[in-house]
């Protein structure tokens, strides 16, 4: 039990051991699309992550903009009322997306 207890203490040491220089981390800029109400995306979507999350997404239609927010409210529970729900999902499509064109 005691070389147990000695050898835990050595690995926890060793996995927390300082560093001799300072470590930097890279900065990475995500800028938003500024007008058309960026603010309120701002508001409510950077509450839990970074823009760079969103840009990620790539180009995304209005179905699937409408469906990242409604699971953002109803699954992530993001207190997001139903107008600012609108306001973030056009937005979206408008500077990360793209309108669905129907074949008629």
């Known amino acids: 039990m ?7 203490a050595f690995l926890a040491a060793t996995a927390f051991a300082q560093v001799d220089k300072p470590i930097e981390m890279p900065y ?3 800028p938003m699309v500024k007008g058309d109400h960026d603010e309120v995306a701002q508001q409510y979507c ?6 760079g999350y969103v840009l990620n997404q790539g180009k995304k239609s209005r179905p699937y903009w409408t ?4 699971k953002m409210v109803n699954e992530f529970k993001a207190p997001i009322g139903k107008e600012d729900q609108q306001t973030i999902i056009n937005y979206l499509v408008k500077h990360y997306g ?4 129907s074949g008629h």
């Open 46 to 51: 950077l509450i839990c992550h970074s823009w």
């Open 28 to 30: 990475v800029d995500y």
């Open 67 to 70: 469906g990242t927010v409604q």
């Open 2 to 8: 005691k070389k147990l207890l000695v050898l835990s």
């Open 98 to 101: 793209y309108e669905v064109q």
